[in-house]
């Protein structure tokens, strides 16, 4: 039998924003965003990008939010319950299903990338990549990802920390990790952007970063940009519904969405002036993809002068950037489990934490003993990302805006997001039309 649950709350504005920022700042953001940038027209892709974020990422972010706040419970019964309050089916409830399924699916296969990260920090802190060669960090990765035993060690230790945080609670794990890992991150990122100056790379990064050339926009950017205006807010993983849950009435939701939005652009953006200098500086592709970050990179940190430090520097980077994500993924299943059985805040995270780290030696081994073993022509790692990406993160995202657009009570809506009426309208169009179709858009495209 449940038992009665004492809600949590984010004790300041800042903290909501830090935490929020954190869980969309991903490790998506610290290589996939600057490459799609330079190889997608530079500042002409940036603008189209802006314009996607405003048009759906933003009033998806707010009708999260707000139906969050509203519930006041994990996503599931918030769904059910907000519903009912405004005449609606309960069966809206399925929204908060898939995305607290996406969310837990997805941590899983995450954990496994951020273990790498934090093993490749204790090789770049003990000098591992000194003098190595191209074929020699693309073999040590290739041998990383065979050894089945240090990939469960570095998924293991990722997941301890992450369950660390979230069952200290909202205040005291998730809102005081992120005043911590936030300016951390921030710090890093500025020491990195600060090296690249030196580096005789920086102008050609900068020039690759934002030089528009508008000559490269066409479908295929623009769905590039649509998908990652939607993906990179964390959307459709039951994440911010599970943070606007702890939201008081105070908070300004659509001035807080700018900031966190703004925020999310200016870092993935920094990490292309931090990475791009010591690629272009050192005649390196910056079109690796994945590849960049443990194949490419590690082959610039082992050749040039003072390497150990910034090798040390950015895999920490990346490992904040992976942690804050992580335990924002885990936020909505523990809330869950929290309130729908009698375990405490350490028990639920507990079991969700095991499950999740169950799940999640399933993908590791996909590298390796269960290489052959396939589903539907996919290994476990990529089948799980596919089925997260393509199909539960897109339906609840559209799900969660169709649901604020058409069920809830408009004046309400109106009053809580302080909307004039000319400002209202715009909101009614977005939210009804342009947003509802640039997801559909998404899923066909990823389809």
């Not at 027209?41 to 999260?64: D, H």
């Not at 409830?93 to 898939?98: N, S």
């Not at 009698?342 to 290489?371: D, E, K």
């Amino acid at each position: 039998m449940a038992k009665a649950h004492s809600h949590g709350q984010w004790t300041s504005r800042m903290g909501f924003v830090l935490a929020a920022t954190g869980s969309a700042v991903g490790l998506g953001n610290i290589w996939k965003f600057p490459y799609m940038i330079g190889q997608s027209g530079g500042a002409a892709f940036v603008l189209v990008y802006l314009a996607c974020i405003a048009l759906i990422g933003l009033p998806i972010l707010v009708a999260e939010w707000m139906i969050g706040r509203r519930g006041q419970k994990n996503p599931i019964s918030t769904m059910a319950e907000v519903a009912a309050k405004h005449g609606s089916s309960r069966s809206w409830a399925v929204v908060g299903f898939t995305g607290v399924l996406g969310a837990f699916l997805i941590l899983s296969f995450y954990s496994v990338i951020g273990g790498w990260a934090l093993s490749y920090m204790g090789d770049a802190a003990t000098g591992a990549f000194a003098g190595m060669d191209k074929d020699a960090t693309g073999a040590a990765f290739t041998a990383f990802l065979g050894n089945a035993g240090s990939l469960l060690t570095w998924h293991s230790v990722f997941m301890l920390l992450t369950v660390g945080v979230v069952a200290m609670g909202v205040a005291g794990g998730l809102e005081r990790a992120s005043k911590l890992m936030m300016p951390a991150l921030g710090v890093l990122l500025l020491v990195l952007v600060g090296y690249g100056m030196t580096t005789g790379g920086f102008g050609q990064a900068a020039a690759y970063l934002f030089n528009p050339d508008w000559s490269k926009l066409n479908g295929g950017v623009v769905m590039a940009a649509l998908g990652h205006a939607f993906f990179t807010l964390s959307l459709g993983m039951g994440i911010m519904m599970a943070y606007g849950s702890y939201l008081g009435e105070d908070v300004d939701l659509l001035r807080t969405a700018r900031t966190v939005v703004i925020m999310d652009t200016v870092i993935a953006i920094a990490a292309g002036l931090a990475i791009f200098p010591i690629v272009f500086a050192n005649g390196l592709d910056p079109a690796a993809g994945p590849g960049l970050i443990f194949v490419t990179l590690p082959l610039a940190f082992g050749n040039i002068t003072g390497g150990v430090a910034l090798g040390t520097i950015f895999f920490l980077l990346l490992t904040f950037a992976a942690l804050t994500s992580a335990i924002s993924l885990l936020e909505p299943v523990v809330e869950l489990v929290e309130e729908r059985t009698p375990l405490s805040r350490v028990g639920a995270t507990v079991i969700a934490g095991f499950a999740t780290w169950a799940l999640g030696i399933a993908a590791l081994l996909s590298f390796n003993v269960w290489g052959d073993v396939t589903l539907l022509g996919l290994n476990i790692f990529d089948l799980l990302d596919q089925l997260t990406s393509k199909f539960l993160l897109p339906l609840t995202g559209l799900g969660a805006i169709v649901f604020a657009a058409w069920c809830l009570d408009q004046e309400s809506v109106r009053r809580e997001l302080k909307l004039s009426e000319g400002g209202y309208a715009l909101w009614r169009i977005v939210t009804r039309f342009i947003a509802p179709i640039g997801v559909l858009a998404v899923f066909v495209g990823n389809l």
